[in-house]
């Protein structure tokens, strides 16, 4: 019960998102029991899709190079306007936009922010030793 678990699941646009399913159930109810879940799409919706219904439950949400007809949906997601909204049609793969929740050492506290990266391979030998980021 003291120990926190992360669930991180990369293109949720492909999984079972009923009401009754597992990664729901977890969204919903995951936090009290430690549970912290991190999804990833490119396909999003604000509004009438399974994707996003979910991941507006979510603490963090990752945005890979979103599809064309989801960009402006990021973007407003995001609160980008139109001009730094601009940076999602340059995204290229492993770009990412990270919004949720995260860890400012400033504050020494979870503040709300959006911040653009880069998805780690562990498997490939250029990217370097995880252990020294």
């Known amino acids: 019960p003291n120990t926190q678990i992360a669930v991180m699941i990369d293109e949720l646009q492909t999984q079972n998102l009923s009401d009754l399913s597992p990664i729901t159930k977890i969204m919903r109810e995951g936090r009290k029991l430690h549970i912290a879940f991190i999804g990833a799409?490119?396909?999003?919706r604000i509004k009438g899709d399974r994707v996003s219904d979910v991941m507006?439950?979510?603490?963090?949400?990752?945005?890979?190079?979103?599809?064309r007809d989801s960009t402006e949906d990021v973007r407003k997601t995001l609160g980008f306007g139109q001009k730094?909204?601009?940076?999602?049609?340059?995204?290229?793969r492993g770009d990412c936009f990270v919004?949720?929740?995260?860890?400012?050492?400033?504050?020494?506290?979870?503040c709300s922010a959006v911040i653009r990266g880069r998805v780690f391979d562990a498997r490939d030998p250029e990217a370097g030793d995880m252990n020294t980021l």
């Open 99 to 110: 919004c949720g929740n995260l860890y400012n050492r400033d504050t020494s506290c979870n």
């Open 41 to 44: 799409t490119q396909k999003y």
């Open 56 to 67: 507006q439950l979510a603490d963090t949400e990752i945005f890979l190079k979103p599809t």
């Open 84 to 92: 730094k909204g601009l940076a999602l049609y340059s995204m290229t």
